[in-house]
């Protein structure tokens, strides 16, 4: 397995060391062989090589690179953000181009309460937080699709498209009942989450393609649908009754961080950006936290399971079920050290980030 490896700003070079140090760890006891190869790509690069921090004036990261990348197994991504550059240069420059560039229409969200993390749910425990949510990831009104007139004028319009196409929605629906059926827990589940009484249109795509493949391909799932606002709402009150979320890529983006609080916060909540037939990237949910930077504060738990996804989810397009019993591997032995953590807020851990990084390969 041929991991690319993008460390990026801030943090994201400290989390990412001790994911690739249980990588080692974890190769080692289950029998696989891999190499990493780091890209120097983030808003520090950007900087030197003379980009503006105001606007996008050169290229993020470079066509060769992304040709590079797309010769790998997977990609492992810390974080890009940089506090001098604006908000939208880094986004659009890297992570959303390579999310596009790469087809990597999926963004899964496992939402995990492990063992010992507090969550700001009263009464709430391990056995009620536990669900997945596949987040549409190319489309929506992610795709740039719209402008601006008469700006700065009286008259200004702007207008944001929700570009959503059947194409889009089946794939993504079709990912999620596949992803229901594998997890094959008592629940069995599917919930669409839109806003099909005020999005009319794109609402309407999302529920039939939902409802036709259900009923036709997937008859042994449990098909649910709810509005996002009325999911917010059931995510605090009732979190235990999920078990896979299917929605678009703004409901999804949004839901996210709400269920990564749910969870314990930005220091345990993983992603990845999935193409099960290409070159997905793996990334923790925080973002380059630039006022921890170089402390050994920060905690990498979050990158640790972005590690054990990607070794989980090779596994799963690959079929290679060494790398995917590796990945749960990690998970249990992050579950088994998550327990002795005081906090898993950044400083607040009881333990050093190299130090949770130990308990985890102790533990595996
Ligand atoms: C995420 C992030 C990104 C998104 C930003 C950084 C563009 O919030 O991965 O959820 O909106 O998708
Ligand atoms: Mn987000």
């Known amino acids: 397995m041929r991991i690319a490896v993008i460390g990026g700003d801030g943090t994201g070079p400290e989390v990412v060391a001790e994911g690739l140090k249980v990588l080692r760890a974890v190769a080692r006891k289950a029998g696989f062989d891999y190499s990493t190869h780091d890209f120097d790509l983030g808003g520090e690069r950007y900087l030197a090589a003379g980009g503006d921090p105001t606007k996008p004036s050169i290229p993020v990261i470079h066509e060769d690179e992304i040709e590079e990348l797309r010769t790998y197994d997977a990609i492992y991504l810390g974080a890009v953000g940089h506090p001098k550059i604006a908000p939208g240069i880094l986004e659009k420059g890297l992570l959303l181009r390579l999310r596009f560039e790469l087809d990597q229409y999926i963004n899964l969200r496992p939402v995990k309460l492990y063992p010992g ?33 008469y700006k700065g004028t009286p008259a200004e319009v702007s207008t944001q498209v929700n570009c959503t196409t059947r194409f889009g929605a089946e794939r993504a629906v079709r990912y999620a009942f596949e992803l229901t059926r594998r997890r094959n827990s008592k629940k069995k589940q599917l919930t669409l989450v839109h806003k099909t009484n005020v999005l009319t249109f794109a609402g309407d795509t999302w529920w039939r393609a939902f409802n036709e493949i259900g009923q036709t391909e997937y008859p042994d799932i449990k098909r649910d649908y709810n509005h996002v606002d009325a999911c917010c709402m059931w995510f605090v009150k009732n979190p235990e009754f999920y078990d896979v979320i299917v929605t678009d890529n703004i409901f999804g983006d949004i839901i996210t961080d709400l269920a990564a609080v749910i969870q314990g916060g930005l220091g345990v909540a993983s992603g990845g950006n999935i193409n099960p037939k ?24 979050a990158a640790i ?19 995917t019993a590796a990945g749960n591997r990690v998970e249990a032995a992050m579950m088994k050290v998550t327990p002795t953590m005081a906090s898993q807020a950044a400083g607040k851990m009881g333990l050093s980030t190299t130090q949770v990084g130990d308990a985890v390969i102790a533990a595996l």
Do not use: C, W
Request: negative net charge; without cysteine; charged residues 20%.
């Open 278 to 301: 290409g070159v997905s990237m793996y990334e923790p949910m925080g973002g380059s936290a630039p006022k921890y930077t170089g402390q050994n504060v920060i905690n990498p738990m």
């Open 305 to 323: 399971g972005a590690l054990a996804m990607l070794l989980r989810e090779t596994g799963v397009h690959q079929n290679n079920p060494t790398l």
């Open 117 to 149: 993390v507090e969550t700001p749910l009263k009464d709430k425990s391990p056995e009620d937080i536990d669900f997945v949510v596949v987040r549409e990831n190319t489309e929506g009104i992610y795709t740039g699709m719209g402008g601006v007139q």
